[in-house]
Protein backbone atom coordinates (compact mmCIF):
# COMPACT_ATOMS: atom_id res chain seq x y z
CA UNK A 1 0.00 0.00 0.00
CA UNK A 2 1.72 3.04 -1.38
CA UNK A 3 1.50 6.60 1.17
CA UNK A 4 -1.34 7.82 -1.39
CA UNK A 5 -3.52 5.05 -0.57
CA UNK A 6 -2.75 5.10 3.00
CA UNK A 7 -3.75 8.78 2.99
CA UNK A 8 -6.93 7.81 0.89
CA UNK A 9 -7.74 5.32 3.70
CA UNK A 10 -7.89 7.77 6.06
CA UNK A 11 -9.63 10.16 4.33
CA UNK A 12 -12.62 7.37 3.52
CA UNK A 13 -12.80 6.49 7.05
CA UNK A 14 -13.63 10.41 8.08
CA UNK A 15 -15.66 11.14 5.10
CA UNK A 16 -17.73 7.64 6.37
CA UNK A 17 -18.25 9.28 9.99
CA UNK A 18 -18.76 12.61 8.35
CA UNK A 19 -21.57 10.31 6.44
CA UNK A 20 -22.99 8.73 9.47
CA UNK A 21 -23.10 11.74 11.44
CA UNK A 22 -25.04 13.38 8.75
CA UNK A 23 -27.45 10.27 8.97
CA UNK A 24 -28.25 10.86 12.73
CA UNK A 25 -28.73 14.52 11.80
CA UNK A 26 -31.51 13.68 9.01
CA UNK A 27 -32.82 10.99 11.78
CA UNK A 28 -33.50 13.13 14.18
CA UNK A 29 -35.09 16.16 11.89
CA UNK A 30 -37.09 13.31 10.69
CA UNK A 31 -38.15 12.18 14.45
CA UNK A 32 -39.06 15.87 15.14
CA UNK A 33 -40.70 16.63 12.07
CA UNK A 34 -42.96 13.15 13.18
CA UNK A 35 -43.57 14.89 16.44
CA UNK A 36 -45.04 17.96 15.01
CA UNK A 37 -47.28 15.89 12.50
CA UNK A 38 -48.47 14.81 15.31
CA UNK A 39 -49.30 17.96 17.23
CA UNK A 40 -50.86 18.96 14.09
CA UNK A 41 -53.17 15.88 13.81
CA UNK A 42 -53.93 16.54 17.78
CA UNK A 43 -54.70 19.82 17.27
CA UNK A 44 -57.37 19.01 14.13
CA UNK A 45 -58.56 16.53 16.27
CA UNK A 46 -59.59 19.44 19.12
CA UNK A 47 -60.72 21.78 16.16
CA UNK A 48 -63.06 18.50 14.98
CA UNK A 49 -64.75 18.08 18.32
CA UNK A 50 -65.34 22.00 18.61
CA UNK A 51 -66.84 22.04 15.76
CA UNK A 52 -69.40 19.01 16.20
CA UNK A 53 -70.22 20.28 19.76
CA UNK A 54 -71.18 23.50 18.09
CA UNK A 55 -72.89 21.86 15.23
CA UNK A 56 -75.18 19.79 17.97
CA UNK A 57 -75.81 22.44 20.16
CA UNK A 58 -76.93 24.98 17.07
CA UNK A 59 -79.22 21.35 16.37
CA UNK A 60 -80.54 21.93 19.98
CA UNK A 61 -81.43 25.28 19.91
CA UNK A 62 -83.14 25.23 16.22
CA UNK A 63 -85.15 22.08 18.21
CA UNK A 64 -85.78 23.56 20.69
CA UNK A 65 -87.47 26.97 19.13
CA UNK A 66 -89.76 24.41 16.93
CA UNK A 67 -90.70 22.69 20.68
CA UNK A 68 -91.66 25.83 21.78
CA UNK A 69 -93.67 26.47 18.48
CA UNK A 70 -95.75 23.49 18.36
CA UNK A 71 -96.54 24.01 22.00
CA UNK A 72 -97.60 27.38 20.64
CA UNK A 73 -99.94 26.07 18.17
CA UNK A 74 -101.49 23.45 20.61
CA UNK A 75 -102.51 26.24 22.92
CA UNK A 76 -103.96 28.33 20.58
CA UNK A 77 -105.88 25.63 19.39
CA UNK A 78 -107.41 25.25 22.34
CA UNK A 79 -108.70 28.56 22.61
CA UNK A 80 -110.44 27.77 19.43
CA UNK A 81 -112.71 24.96 21.26
CA UNK A 82 -114.28 27.84 23.06
CA UNK A 83 -115.33 29.05 19.13
CA UNK A 84 -116.57 25.79 17.09
CA UNK A 85 -120.09 25.56 16.47
CA UNK A 86 -120.55 22.08 15.34
CA UNK A 87 -119.27 18.75 16.78
CA UNK A 88 -117.52 18.33 13.48
CA UNK A 89 -114.95 21.22 13.94
CA UNK A 90 -115.01 20.63 17.45
CA UNK A 91 -113.50 17.19 16.90
CA UNK A 92 -111.08 18.51 13.60
CA UNK A 93 -109.70 20.89 16.47
CA UNK A 94 -109.08 18.29 18.85
CA UNK A 95 -106.90 16.54 16.47
CA UNK A 96 -104.87 19.24 15.48
CA UNK A 97 -104.65 19.96 18.90
CA UNK A 98 -103.16 16.38 19.20
CA UNK A 99 -100.92 16.36 16.60
CA UNK A 100 -99.29 19.65 18.05
CA UNK A 101 -99.28 18.35 21.31
CA UNK A 102 -97.41 14.88 19.88
CA UNK A 103 -95.08 16.59 17.68
CA UNK A 104 -94.06 19.33 20.80
CA UNK A 105 -93.77 15.53 22.57
CA UNK A 106 -91.33 14.48 19.61
CA UNK A 107 -89.51 17.57 19.75
CA UNK A 108 -88.95 17.98 22.97
CA UNK A 109 -87.54 14.05 23.15
CA UNK A 110 -85.18 15.57 20.17
CA UNK A 111 -83.70 17.88 22.35
CA UNK A 112 -82.77 15.57 25.24
CA UNK A 113 -81.13 13.49 23.38
CA UNK A 114 -79.11 16.62 21.53
CA UNK A 115 -78.15 17.33 24.94
CA UNK A 116 -77.13 14.13 26.23
CA UNK A 117 -75.36 14.10 22.95
CA UNK A 118 -73.68 17.28 23.27
CA UNK A 119 -72.10 15.72 26.82
CA UNK A 120 -70.56 13.33 24.81
CA UNK A 121 -68.83 15.67 22.52
CA UNK A 122 -68.12 17.82 25.14
CA UNK A 123 -66.13 14.60 27.18
CA UNK A 124 -64.43 14.45 23.34
CA UNK A 125 -63.48 17.43 23.17
CA UNK A 126 -61.89 17.44 26.62
CA UNK A 127 -59.89 14.50 25.53
CA UNK A 128 -58.95 15.75 22.68
CA UNK A 129 -57.40 18.90 24.15
CA UNK A 130 -55.67 17.07 26.54
CA UNK A 131 -53.83 14.88 23.36
CA UNK A 132 -53.13 18.53 22.11
CA UNK A 133 -51.60 19.37 25.66
CA UNK A 134 -49.60 15.58 26.06
CA UNK A 135 -48.49 16.34 22.17
CA UNK A 136 -47.60 20.51 22.52
CA UNK A 137 -45.35 18.71 25.83
CA UNK A 138 -43.74 16.14 23.77
CA UNK A 139 -42.78 18.46 20.95
CA UNK A 140 -41.63 21.04 23.36
CA UNK A 141 -39.18 18.01 24.65
CA UNK A 142 -38.05 16.38 21.92
CA UNK A 143 -37.63 19.86 20.28
CA UNK A 144 -35.04 20.57 22.77
CA UNK A 145 -33.55 17.51 23.06
CA UNK A 146 -32.92 17.77 18.95
CA UNK A 147 -31.30 21.21 19.33
CA UNK A 148 -28.91 20.07 21.84
CA UNK A 149 -27.96 16.69 19.36
CA UNK A 150 -28.24 19.05 16.34
CA UNK A 151 -25.74 21.34 18.28
CA UNK A 152 -23.21 18.47 19.06
CA UNK A 153 -23.11 16.73 15.85
CA UNK A 154 -22.35 19.98 14.01
CA UNK A 155 -19.59 20.80 16.47
CA UNK A 156 -18.70 16.86 15.48
CA UNK A 157 -18.92 17.41 11.69
CA UNK A 158 -16.98 20.66 11.79
CA UNK A 159 -14.06 18.83 13.35
CA UNK A 160 -14.10 16.19 11.20
CA UNK A 161 -14.51 18.33 7.88
CA UNK A 162 -11.28 19.85 9.55
CA UNK A 163 -10.05 16.83 9.90
CA UNK A 164 -10.44 15.83 6.22
CA UNK A 165 -9.23 19.05 4.56
CA UNK A 166 -6.07 18.66 6.76
CA UNK A 167 -5.51 14.54 4.95
CA UNK A 168 -7.51 15.99 1.85
CA UNK A 169 -4.21 18.55 1.73
CA UNK A 170 -1.86 16.25 1.44
CA UNK A 171 -2.66 14.35 -0.89
CA UNK A 172 -1.73 15.13 -4.84
CA UNK A 173 -4.17 16.85 -7.21
CA UNK A 174 -4.38 14.15 -9.38
CA UNK A 175 -5.19 11.24 -6.37
CA UNK A 176 -7.97 12.87 -4.93
CA UNK A 177 -9.73 13.70 -8.25
CA UNK A 178 -9.79 10.09 -9.12
CA UNK A 179 -11.06 9.68 -5.66
CA UNK A 180 -13.60 11.96 -5.62
CA UNK A 181 -14.88 10.83 -8.97
CA UNK A 182 -14.89 7.25 -7.77
CA UNK A 183 -16.38 8.43 -4.48
CA UNK A 184 -19.52 10.08 -6.54
CA UNK A 185 -20.04 6.54 -8.38
CA UNK A 186 -20.08 4.76 -4.60
CA UNK A 187 -22.67 6.35 -2.35
CA UNK A 188 -19.89 8.29 -0.89
CA UNK A 189 -17.51 5.26 -1.07
CA UNK A 190 -13.64 6.22 -2.21
CA UNK A 191 -11.75 3.44 -2.23
CA UNK A 192 -12.50 0.04 -3.24
CA UNK A 193 -12.82 -2.61 -0.33
CA UNK A 194 -9.13 -4.26 0.72
CA UNK A 195 -9.04 -6.94 -1.46
CA UNK A 196 -9.43 -4.59 -4.82
CA UNK A 197 -6.65 -2.42 -2.90
CA UNK A 198 -3.34 -4.14 -4.68
CA UNK A 199 -5.08 -4.52 -8.29
CA UNK A 200 -5.72 -0.45 -7.96
CA UNK A 201 -2.18 0.07 -6.54
CA UNK A 202 -0.81 -2.13 -9.61
CA UNK A 203 -2.51 -0.30 -12.05
CA UNK A 204 -1.22 3.08 -10.69
CA UNK A 205 -4.68 4.40 -10.47
CA UNK A 206 -3.67 5.27 -6.53
Known sequence: MNADLAKLSALQDIDKQILETKAKKAEEAAALAAAGGDTRKAEEKVQARMKALQDSQKTRKTVEIEAAGAEERARKLQG???????????????????????????????????????????????????ELSAAKKNLDQKGRESQARQAEWDQILGERQKSRDEVEASISSKVRALYDKVRSNRDGVGLAKAEENEALTETGDF
Not at 99 to 114: G, I, N, P, R
Not at 116 to 123: D, M, P, S, V, Y
Open 80 to 130: RLLEVKTNQEYAAVQEEIRQAKSQADALETKVLTQMEEEEALKGARQAAEA
